[in-house]
């Protein structure tokens, strides 16, 4: 079955470092994957969106990767901040239109 | 620009007790909406989608049920709760014929004692 994982459930850096997170699939090929942020007791909000024929999009301080041959999307945020502190989570579309989500990264920013 | 609603923000309730969870989308027509849940440490699980008015589909069996009476109303209800019922309840659409971003509502939290 397709599955879409992020192995770490917490990462914890210091500001002015730069996160990086990461997405792996297995048993499939998506099209595109997907990024959101969700806040405590919020619901999520969509951050960026990668193609399977884009390497890298970048956004401000954010920049997602998609390595198909890794089967791996890297999420890095440059020059983080405590407000950047939240759960980090990676999305592709599932069958029905809806979105399969990974478990998400905790990331606590530490000033 | 669109919005989506969703309430109560917070909900305690009975085991055995009845839910009616509500979710409204303005300033879009003919959306997909969907109820995701999202237990304590897990992720978000697809519950029901809408692709129109009636239009139901679930997506696991269980003591849930979704509605869809109007085009931009979608409510979440069960008959008789349960403990494991309890969760982060979200609401989310996305544009017809889109295959992209999804948008989220603030969410529902259950606990059901």
């Known amino acids: 079955s397709q599955k879409i994982e992020q192995n770490s459930e917490a990462l914890n850096i210091q500001e002015g470092k730069t996160a990086t997170l990461t997405c792996n699939y297995t048993?499939?090929?998506?099209?595109?994957l997907q990024w959101y942020r969700q806040d405590p007791g919020r619901g999520p909000v969509f951050l960026l969106l990668?193609?399977?024929?884009?390497k890298e999009k970048r956004k401000e301080r954010l920049k997602v990767t998609f390595d198909t041959t890794l089967k791996q999307s890297l999420f890095h945020i440059t020059a983080s901040q405590p407000a950047d502190s939240a759960t980090y989570l990676c999305?592709?579309?599932?069958?029905?239109?809806?979105?399969?989500f990974g478990k998400g990264t905790k990331l606590s920013v530490k000033p | 620009s669109q919005t989506i609603h969703q309430w109560p923000a917070t909900l305690v309730q009975p085991v055995g007790s009845p839910l009616s969870l509500e979710c409204t989308v303005e300033?879009?027509?003919?959306?997909?909406l969907y109820w995701y849940r999202q237990a304590a440490g897990r992720g978000l699980q697809l519950l029901f989608y809408?692709?129109?008015?009636?239009?139901i589909s679930s997506e696991v069996p269980q003591n849930l049920s979704a509605s869809r009476p109007q085009d931009r109303q979608f409510i979440l209800s069960s008959k008789k709760l349960l403990l494991s019922d309890s969760g982060f309840y979200l609401c989310?659409?996305?544009?017809?014929?889109?295959?992209?971003?999804?948008?989220f509502g603030p969410g529902t939290r259950l606990l059901v004692l």
């Open positions: 989310a659409w996305r544009a017809r014929g889109s295959l992209e971003t999804q948008y």
């Open positions: 999305a592709h579309l599932g069958s029905q239109g809806n979105l399969i």
């Open positions: 048993n499939y090929s998506p099209a595109y």
């Open positions: 990668i193609r399977e024929n884009e």
């Open positions: 809408s692709v129109g008015i009636g239009q």
């Open positions: 300033g879009t027509s003919n959306p997909n």
